[in-house]
């Protein structure tokens, strides 16, 4: 069945760095454009990047352009979030999923608390 599990999520201060992972099994994850997305308090879930299947094509939010990377592991059915100089901003749960999104793809999410 389709799992999806993120971690690496924590506290850290403005100007640190996170690695966000994602394991998602059970949906072709090697044929599927995946992404990060990210919900703050009291907003909306928005995209935060993608990467394509075999080309490896990415794409960022203009909010975090330049400070993020998105990577991926189709052997490992794993999707990776490099965050750096992280902001207040930043400040959300992350969650990762298909692009565009399936609604039952969603796992848990990771919290992201960025604070001096």
């Known amino acids: 069945q389709v799992q999806v599990e993120e971690s690496g999520g924590g506290l850290v201060q403005p100007g640190g760095s996170l690695r966000l992972s994602c394991v998602a099994t059970g949906f072709g994850f090697g044929f599927r454009t995946m992404a990060w997305y990210r919900q703050a308090p009291g907003k909306q879930r928005d995209l935060v990047a993608r990467i394509s299947t075999q080309t490896g094509v990415k794409n960022y939010a203009d909010a975090v352009k330049g400070r993020f990377t998105i990577s991926r592991d189709n052997a490992k059915h794993t999707l990776y979030l490099q965050m750096d100089n992280l902001r207040l901003e930043d400040t959300a749960i992350y969650y990762c999923?298909?692009?565009?999104?399936?609604?039952?793809?969603w796992g848990q999410g990771t919290q992201v608390t960025v604070s001096s």
């Open positions: 999923n298909t692009y565009p999104e399936i609604p039952d793809r």
